[in-house]
């Protein structure tokens, strides 16, 4: 199972460009993978869901009118819930009560108007937060120390605005 952050439905193209690439992708060294993702598309309701031993993922796209479109996708894992109804099957009896949640979860959102003339505007908001945290029943240590959790996450929220114009072919 693939851990992308964008959902496979909305990708459009993806290119990887080893090495010797033009300017437009700045000052860097190594290869370039280059994602473009899809508009939602404006030919009716489409959406999905999908569940399976790690994570349950959903994605809807909406025409609002005949010119804006919404899609909406995210993904949660649930091996923390997993996890906690099953390991303690496992432990000794004398075992430190733990609770282990290991989770993840992304979305991502569009938000598009065709409106004007060879022009589309577009709004993208999309984030992600992965987490493990094990929270022990009674604290460890000694009077000095007293650990309680065990916990690290990394997370981000981004947005971006686009402006796409395409111009008027003026050679006939």
């Known amino acids: 199972k693939s851990m992308d952050l964008i959902n496979g439905e909305m990708i459009k193209s993806i290119d990887f460009y080893?090495?010797?690439?033009?300017?437009?992708?700045?000052?860097?060294?190594?290869?370039?993978?280059?994602?473009?993702?899809?508009?939602p598309r404006l030919d009716g309701f489409h959406g999905f869901t999908e569940v399976d031993l790690q994570d349950a993922t959903a994605i809807i796209e909406v025409p609002i009118t005949e010119d804006l479109t919404f899609a909406l996708a995210g993904r949660r894992s649930y091996i923390d819930l997993v996890l906690n109804a099953v390991l303690p099957a496992f432990l000794p009896a004398n075992a430190p009560s733990l609770t282990v949640?290991?989770?993840?979860?992304?979305?991502?959102?569009?938000l598009t108007y065709t409106g004007?003339?060879?022009?589309?505007?577009?709004?993208?908001?999309?984030?992600?937060?992965?987490?493990?945290?094990v929270l022990?029943?009674?604290?460890?240590?000694n009077e000095n120390v007293q650990i309680t959790s065990v916990n690290q996450e990394i997370q981000f929220h981004r947005g971006q605005l686009r402006w796409e114009w395409t111009p008027p072919n003026l050679i006939e």
């Open 136 to 141: 022990f029943g009674e604290a460890l240590g």
């Open 101 to 110: 949640l290991p989770f993840y979860y992304d979305y991502q959102a569009w």
């Open 116 to 133: 004007f003339k060879d022009h589309k505007l577009e709004a993208f908001a999309y984030g992600s937060s992965d987490q493990l945290a």
């Open 18 to 39: 080893p090495g010797n690439f033009t300017p437009r992708y700045g000052r860097a060294i190594g290869g370039i993978i280059d994602l473009n993702t899809r508009s």
